[in-house]
């Protein structure tokens, strides 16, 4: 069994890879076991068909931001989260985040994996939106906005720094990066205390 797992992560990796340089529509069973340095035959022997393999990538990249979500909980770090998030594209894994560039932008057409990125992306929505319920409670993130909507606000922001960071990286990089971060975490803070009555104040007649 742990063989076939390594094995199988192994062949994941592979297609994350294919994925991220030759395109969605120029992956194929037989890139990923080049790539891999193995058969085509051993790579359908764990995947029946490409669009199998690629719903398995789409999970596998999930899994690892669920992770993300996981480490931050406890303690509660936001920044630390985000920071995460958007070094996808920097780290020493780049091929993440370009092969879930090309996951997104082909999931309408592509039935067989649509229905697992809406099914897990949910599923990221409502951990991240527990998440922020606890930074809230903590007094770390603004309350006057519900979790859910910070939620989905936060991922479109994060998902359009990471789709425009490939093509100009200069823009996200080094001083002006970090004061973007900065500016988000600035957005989703709470109020100065003195300016803004809490949520309980503000609902008493």
Known sequence: ?????????????????????????GASMRKVAQHAGCTTGAVTYYFANKEEMVGAVAQNLFDRVDALLEINREPFDIKSLIRQLLEWTTSDEPDNWLAWLQLLSHARHEPAFAGVIEQRYARFRQMFTALLEEGQAQGKIRD???????????????DGWLMMLPIEPERFSGERGQALLNALITLISPANAARRPSRSKATKP
């Open 144 to 158: 006057d906005i519900p979790a859910d909507l910070l939620a989905d606000q936060i991922s479109a922001i994060s």
């Open 1 to 25: 069994m742990g063989d076939h797992n390594a094995k199988r992560a192994e062949l994941l990796a592979a297609a994350i890879a294919v994925i991220a340089q030759e395109g969605y529509a």
